[in-house]
């Protein structure tokens, strides 16, 4: 298949997926904020379209973009607060802005030359980042329509058995040099360059903490022991009242949890998820262990490769799957890929060599130290932007996301 064909085929797909979501969100939640950290979920879809009209063919054609009030409202600018974002239009509206402005976008790729040096055109640029923007904001609206559930009746579900034979084990990692980042030409900025790094031999998780494991701390009293939490962690804490992942209700014995298609049982090998960094930094105090520093996680992710097809990813399951039953890697270690997002220990700055592109909002002013990285990607993140190298970021206090930790030591 040609490049242009690979690109129209692959925006489609990307775009059925967004639809799919835009079925699943109740109309009386779509122009209504749910959170502080959030735009109306709404929003979200609008942006998407707004963004690739921008790129393709505002940044790359330089030409006006069709629609200069809702290229506004969908925009993720300062003087477009997320409070004045619920003036957008209602689910007809945003159905058509999407398809007037992909429509541009699919017109712009037939008439461009993509074998060319221009940074935004050149093999398809502007095209590809539109690609992986959409899959990164399916990501939020799926966190978001946990926050809708949160408010809505949730059916009866089957209690799974709390019970499990699976122990958490730590794999002995050699140390070693490799190089982190790459050249890639349709990565984000921020995983670029590509630099030497080298690595002190550790010893990391078989897989990422279960369900299970996170019970033990609950019921060991981990949400009550100030001298397991950081002070900042225990300040937050305290603030939010937290006393179990976000998310998680109890159901019994076991547990349950309000994912973005309703409530369903937790399994208790399934990945702990909707942690904080600072839950995951108080658990691995508990456990006498540690976080992996990032360039730990992408070390022992840079042996052999990430393969979507053998990850939990793409929202094909209705949550996480039980850790430890997919193919690992050379090392020994399941579940890099797909799953959860794993916590890592690593703030969120530059490599060398950074240079912020297409803009600077997209890293580099989030580049100030205040968030912690993540790693590896969810059971909702989609095939796009599942890679070794892909790095999110979240602030420590962010427990919305499909968030889980692997130990270190
Ligand atoms: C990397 C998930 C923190 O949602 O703010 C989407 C991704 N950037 N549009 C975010 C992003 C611009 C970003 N995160
Ligand atoms: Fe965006």
């Given at each position: 298949m040609g490049r242009k064909a690979d690109l129209r085929d692959r925006l489609t797909t990307v775009r059925e997926r967004t639809r799919w979501l835009l079925d699943r969100v109740p109309d009386e939640f779509l122009r209504r904020r749910v959170h502080d950290f959030y735009s109306p979920i709404g929003w979200h879809f609008g942006h998407v379209g707004r963004t690739e009209e921008y790129w393709v063919v505002g940044e790359?054609?330089?030409?006006?973009?069709?629609?200069?009030?809702?290229?506004?409202l969908f925009a993720d600018l300062v003087e477009n607060?997320?409070?004045?974002?619920?003036?957008?239009?209602?689910?007809?509206?945003?159905?058509?802005?999407?398809?007037?402005t992909r429509r541009r976008v699919l017109d712009a790729l037939d008439e461009c030359e993509l074998e060319c040096e221009d940074p935004y055109l050149a093999d398809g640029y502007a095209w590809e980042f539109a690609i992986q923007h959409e899959c990164q904001h399916q990501e939020?609206?799926?966190?978001?329509?946990?926050?809708?559930?949160?408010?809505l009746p949730s059916a009866v579900i089957e209690a799974v058995p709390w019970q499990t034979d699976l122990r958490s084990e730590m794999v002995?990692?050699?140390?070693?040099?490799?190089?982190?980042?790459?050249d890639d030409r349709h990565v984000y900025d921020n995983e670029k360059e590509p630099h030497?790094?080298?690595?002190?031999?550790?010893?990391?998780?078989?897989?990422?903490?279960?369900?299970?494991?996170?019970?033990?701390?609950?019921d060991d009293g981990g949400y009550r022991r100030p001298e397991l939490w950081s002070e900042a962690g225990w300040a937050w804490r305290d603030a939010e009242q937290a006393e179990a992942p976000e998310y998680w209700v109890r159901q019994g014995d076991a547990w349950a949890y309000i994912g973005p298609f309703g409530a369903r049982s937790i399994h208790p090998d399934e990945p702990a998820s909707s942690l904080s960094w600072f839950e995951a930094e108080a658990y691995a105090r508990w456990a006498g262990k540690r976080l992996p520093t990032e360039e730990?996680?992408?070390?022992?992710?840079?042996?052999?490769?990430?393969?979507?097809?053998?990850?939990?990813?793409?929202?094909a399951s209705w949550g996480p799957t039980p850790v430890g039953r997919r193919r690992p890697n050379p090392l020994g270690l399941h579940d890099l890929s797909g799953n959860v997002w794993e916590w890592t220990s690593t703030p969120f700055l530059t490599y060398p060599g950074f240079a912020a592109f297409p803009y600077d909002g997209y890293s580099k002013d989030h580049m100030k130290g205040a968030h912690r990285v993540c790693r590896g990607g969810s059971w909702a993140t989609a095939a796009p932007i599942l890679r070794r190298t892909f790095r999110n970021w979240y602030v420590p206090t962010y427990r919305q996301g499909f968030l889980g930790v692997r130990l270190a030591e």
């Open positions: 790359a054609l330089k030409r006006p973009l069709l629609d200069d009030e809702l290229s506004f607060p997320k409070d004045n974002r619920v003036n957008i239009p209602d689910r007809a509206g945003i159905i058509e802005y999407l398809e007037r939020t609206i799926a966190e978001m329509l946990q926050l809708i559930h949160k408010q002995d990692i050699p140390g070693g040099t490799f190089c982190m980042g790459t030497e790094v080298s690595v002190a031999s550790f010893r990391i998780g078989r897989t990422p903490v279960t369900a299970f494991e996170w019970t033990q701390f609950m730990e996680w992408e070390y022992v992710a840079s042996h052999g490769q990430i393969d979507p097809a053998e990850a939990c990813h793409g929202l």
